[in-house]
């Protein structure tokens, strides 16, 4: 490591600037908008607008892609905690 990569010792930490890769911003939001649409069409559902089949041919297809979704964003979340805030053995 170079001297000129290790931050001031006696000025001020830069600021704090989230790190999000684009990656992750569309999986989060592909998460959001299934649950979103699967809501959606939940409620039609529940006033008689849409059949019931739908709605379950819905779920049937997106639950599997939605939860590996949500585990693959929480297994990167944990990636990421570990990483900021390791534990260093």
Known sequence: MSSHDAPPENG???PWRPQFGL??????ML???VAASGGYY?????????SWMAVF???????PMLLMSILSL???VL???????GRRA
């Open 12 to 14: 001020p930490r830069p």
């Open 23 to 28: 990656g992750v911003l569309m999986l989060t």
């Open 31 to 33: 998460v959001i908008c």
């Open 42 to 50: 939940l409620m039609q559902a529940l006033q008689g607008g849409v």
């Open 57 to 63: 041919v819905i779920f049937v297809l997106i639950a």
């Open 74 to 76: 929480g297994r990167l």
């Open 79 to 85: 990636a990421w905690l570990n990483a900021r805030f």
